[in-house]
Nanobody
């Protein structure tokens, strides 16, 4: 049973920073892709960032230059470093992963609230 557990969310002022963590229950080598999505109140879930097993990164236009995704294979953890946060970044952030068989897994989400 794959488990993804997010942490690091919270309340931050506009312009501030947060780092989210996503700890996987097993080796992240078993995942082709890991990433983050988010869902703001009243909006659909949207893509934020992903990183492949080969280290290729992709970002939503809205976060490029402000967010950085990284992975620590030794700790089975993926991170999302978020800088220059603004009110529009307020959302529940979900970690997700796709394994070698193509199955996708989700974490329970962590709330990020940016005060203006």
């Amino acid at each position: 049973q794959v488990q993804l557990v997010e942490s690091g969310g919270g309340l931050v002022q506009s312009g501030g920073s947060l780092r989210l963590s996503c700890a996987a229950s097993g080796s992240i080598f078993s995942f082709n892709v890991m990433g983050w999505d988010r869902q703001a109140p009243g909006k659909q879930r949207e893509f934020v960032a992903l990183i492949t097993s080969g280290g290729i990164r992709n970002y939503a236009d809205s976060v490029k230059g402000r967010f950085t995704i990284s992975r620590d294979n030794a700790k089975n953890t993926v991170y999302l470093e978020m800088n220059s946060l603004n009110f529009e970044d307020t959302a529940v952030y979900y970690c997700n992963a796709v394994d070698l068989g193509g199955s996708r897994y989700w974490g329970q989400g962590t709330q990020v609230t940016v005060s203006s």
